[in-house]
């Protein structure tokens, strides 16, 4: 019977909730494993499922979301009346570790923006993106999906779209709105911030590949990756006096509790604005 349930489940998420399509086809992967697993009969079968998941060796991290996966699509089910809703009560509790996020710190960053070649537009390209994703704190996904009418020069703002179609507005440094100009002037088409292949926007591996080649030439032996730039951007905005909720609000988390691991890694008091606060602020 709930088998059915997961088109209908998975067309409420992306239709009501917003969600995004890599968010709906997690939900897909995790609800079918549990069906194929443990031939849901009973809510018995929850024990079953759980055990088999710590059986094969997936993460803490992993097993937690996936048991989210299932709470959603129940209390989904319970809605549609075609589950009792004391089936929640069955679902094996997890806690997910928090991990805290190796930061890099402003000396690496700034070394890391005088590599790309600015006299070229790719490298140009390069240097804007860098500088986007840690002066704004934005995800690789909504970087990579920025269209120029999303940049507000005059204003200095930049509109981000988020998780579940959520728009937040974010300053813009005045170092930022600098190469911006600059970059976005030198555009012949103007689809895509980070224009890819066949008019597409550029690709999360290409991102990826960028910060690699640009992380190699510092022999650092701490990983960079294009995250690297959001955990940074948040300590850096705490240490340097930022409040969690504006920090919260910048990053586009809806719990708190997603932003409060980066107060384990800043130390300053939060009194300053965004600008004040953020090291390239006031550049």
């Known amino acids: 019977m709930i088998k059915k349930m997961i088109p209908l489940f998975l067309t409420y998420c992306r239709s009501e ?50 048991l989210a996966s299932l709470r959603s699509f129940f209390q989904f089910c319970i809605q549609e009346g075609v589950l009792n809703p004391n089936v929640m009560l069955a679902i094996p509790r997890s ?18 923006f005088k590599l790309p070649n600015i006299t070229t537009l790719k490298g140009l ?90 992380a190699m030439r510092l022999s650092k032996t701490q990983p960079i990756s294009p995250h690297s730039f959001r955990h940074a951007f948040a300590t850096h905005l705490l240490e340097g006096g930022a409040r969690l909720r504006d920090v919260q609000i910048l990053l586009g988390h809806k719990q708190l509790n997603s932003t409060q691991v980066y107060t384990n890694i800043a130390n300053s008091a939060i009194k300053k604005t965004f600008l004040q606060a953020h090291p390239r602020g006031l550049v």
């Open 95 to 112: 806690v997910a570790p928090v991990r805290i996020p190796q930061v890099m710190d402003e000396e690496t960053i700034e070394l890391l």
């Open 125 to 214: 390209r390069d240097r804007v993106l860098l500088e986007l994703l840690y002066s704004t704190g934005m995800r690789v996904s909504e970087c990579t999906c920025l269209t120029p009418s999303q940049i507000d020069l005059m204003e200095g703002v930049i509109t981000v779209t988020g998780k579940g179609n959520q728009q937040r507005l974010i300053p813009l440094t005045n170092s930022s709105v600098e190469y911006l100009t600059l970059y976005l002037a030198k555009l012949t088409k103007k689809s895509w911030v980070f224009e890819g292949r066949n008019n597409r926007p550029i690709s999360r591996f290409t991102v990826y590949s960028i910060i690699k080649s640009y």
């Open 17 to 66: 909730c917003s969600f995004s399509d890599h968010t709906c086809h997690a939900y897909e992967r995790d609800l079918n494993q549990f069906i194929a697993v443990s031939n849901y009969q009973s809510s018995g079968s929850l024990t079953g499922y759980y055990e088999w998941l710590q059986s094969q060796s997936y993460a803490p991290k992993t097993i937690h979301r996936k």
